[in-house]
């Protein structure tokens, strides 16, 4: 199994265990739960940075980093995944994923200011 792939099997335990802490009401444990699931997604996005043959994997990989990234208040990371993620040839759903996030990032950003 690619290192990828592990370290992304590794995010989606994570991620579910934070999705069972948050129905429970339990936000720091969320918190740090998907804050874990994100540092393990990200590693496995950016070991596809470069394999362009890798579409959709690549692409899907780094929505979803960016995604976590979002919920754990990093905004900023957030763009630069989704920036990374646009770099390959996303299929048009995920595109269109990408670009949904990256609007939510911009209303978050003016909700702050």
Known sequence: MSQAKTLHK?????????????????????????KAAFLKEKEAAWKLFEKFDAEPT???LFRSAAQLAFNCGKMRESEQLISAALVGNPPSEILHELRLLYKEILTSFESVA
């Open 10 to 34: 590794q995010a989606m335990a994570k991620a579910n265990e934070a999705f069972v802490a948050q129905k429970a009401g339990n936000f720091p444990l969320y918190l740090k739960l998907t």
């Open 58 to 60: 690549r692409s899907v």
